[in-house]
């Protein structure tokens, strides 16, 4: 669980993140929703730990590893996808060859596995970017615009490995401010305003 408490963010004495308080449960699937500008992607950053909070408490129930996309993920783009897979595989050195290939065969990529990154579509690259967040099966996924630039084919794909990631326990998060499926299976979604959650809705607790 990633407990936020009384949680703010002001960057150059302008209000971010407002007085957040919220628990993130191990295996469910929450959805941040909001107008472009309204806090999603902050919230997402001070999650993983790329920013801190100016004010509040952020209480992690055990040591997590993060899969993230945040915005545009930044490739070698003159580099293969497979190059740049095996590239980040090879910082911690947990997965090998065979969990790299298995990943680009769920999103669609083994084919064009050394091709250049700089000759992807968007779709292409987001794909990609799934790949590398979800490769390494990581405690936390956090995800902004996951769907974007998706086919429905791929998007379902994305939808039914976020289903299975909080099946086996991964708490994941979602950023999105248009429409999204109902097969991704949002357990808690969360509505933003000016830095804010103005509303609530949690299926697991209505039940």
Same mark, same amino acid.
């Given at each position: 669980? /990633?407990?936020?408490?009384?949680?703010?963010? @002001?960057?150059?004495?302008?209000?971010?993140?407002?007085?957040?308080?919220?628990?993130?449960?191990?295996?469910?699937?929450?959805?941040?929703?909001?107008?472009?500008?309204?806090?999603?992607?902050?919230?997402?950053?001070?999650?993983?730990?790329?920013?801190?909070?100016?004010?509040?408490?952020?209480?992690?129930?055990?040591?997590?590893?993060?899969?993230?996309?945040?915005?545009?993920?930044?490739?070698?783009?003159?580099?293969?996808?497979?190059?740049?897979?095996?590239?980040?595989?090879? /910082?911690?050195?947990?997965?090998?060859?065979?969990?790299?290939?298995?990943?680009?065969?769920?999103?669609?990529?083994?084919?064009?596995?050394?091709?250049?990154?700089?000759?992807?579509?968007?779709?292409?690259?987001?794909?990609?970017?799934?790949?590398?967040?979800?490769?390494?099966?990581?405690?936390? /996924?956090?995800?902004?615009?996951?769907?974007?630039?998706?086919?429905?084919?791929?998007?379902?794909?994305?939808?039914?490995?976020?289903?299975?990631?909080?099946?086996?326990?991964?708490? !994941?998060? !979602?950023?999105?401010?248009? @429409?999204?499926?109902?097969?991704?299976?949002?357990?808690?979604?969360?509505?933003? @305003?000016?830095?804010?959650?103005?509303?609530?809705?949690?299926?697991?607790?209505?039940?």
């Amino acid at each position: 669980m /990633i407990l936020l408490e009384q949680v703010s963010k @002001e960057i150059k004495g302008k209000q971010i993140l407002s007085n957040i308080t919220h628990a993130f449960d191990d295996g469910t699937c929450t959805l941040l929703r909001g107008h472009n500008g309204c806090g999603k992607t902050m919230m997402l950053r001070t999650l993983c730990g790329l920013i801190k909070p100016t004010h509040g408490k952020i209480t992690f129930s055990r040591d997590y590893y993060y899969g993230v996309i945040i915005e545009n993920v930044s490739f070698f783009l003159y580099e293969t996808a497979e190059y740049n897979l095996r590239y980040l595989a090879n /910082i911690r050195k947990q997965i090998g060859d065979d969990d790299i290939n298995r990943w680009l065969k769920k999103f669609n990529l083994y084919d064009v596995r050394k091709k250049k990154v700089r000759t992807f579509s968007l779709g292409m690259k987001q794909r990609l970017a799934l790949c590398q967040a979800f490769m390494e099966s990581p405690d936390i /996924i956090l995800l902004d615009e996951p769907l974007n630039a998706l086919d429905g084919e791929n998007s379902e794909i994305t939808c039914a490995v976020v289903r299975q990631a909080t099946q086996d326990g991964k708490i !994941v998060v !979602v950023a999105a401010h248009g @429409e999204i499926p109902g097969d991704l299976c949002v357990d808690v979604t969360l509505q933003m @305003e000016n830095g804010q959650i103005v509303s609530c809705e949690d299926k697991l607790r209505s039940q």
